[in-house]
């Protein structure tokens, strides 16, 4: 059973930072890809941003130069720096990652997000 598991998030006032964190556990014989999503109350999950197993790392526009998404291959882990936050980007943060099981399947996994909260 995998499991990918979110810690980090928080409530801060705007202009301040959090990083993200998010651990995998199970069965794992590779990751390719890595990433960040987010929704917010009455809106769409929208992708922060993704990270390839050789670094190649892509943003959404709005988080471009405040943002840094980095990733720990050995310990299957990914990270998402989070800085000069704005109230706009509160919301539920979830990581996900494309994961190799024991039959040489890639399954697109979840985690169950963690709570960010920008005050004003």
């Known amino acids: 059973q995998v499991q990918l598991v979110e810690s980090g998030g928080g409530l801060v006032q705007a202009g301040g930072s959090l990083r993200l964190s998010c651990a995998t556990s199970g069965r794992i014989f590779g990751i390719t890809s890595m990433g960040w999503y987010r929704q917010a109350p009455g809106k769409q999950r929208e992708l922060v941003a993704t990270?390839?197993?050789?670094?190649?790392?892509c943003y959404a526009d709005f988080v471009k130069g405040r943002f840094t998404i980095s990733r720990d291959n050995a310990n299957d882990t990914v990270y998402l720096q989070m800085n000069s936050l704005k109230p706009e980007d509160t919301a539920v943060y979830l990581c996900?990652?494309?994961?190799?099981?024991?039959?040489?399947?890639?399954?697109?996994?979840w985690g169950q997000g963690t709570q960010v909260t920008v005050s004003s």
């Open positions: 990270i390839t197993s050789g670094g190649s790392t």
């Open positions: 996900t990652g494309n994961i190799r099981g024991l039959y040489n399947d890639y399954i697109d996994y």
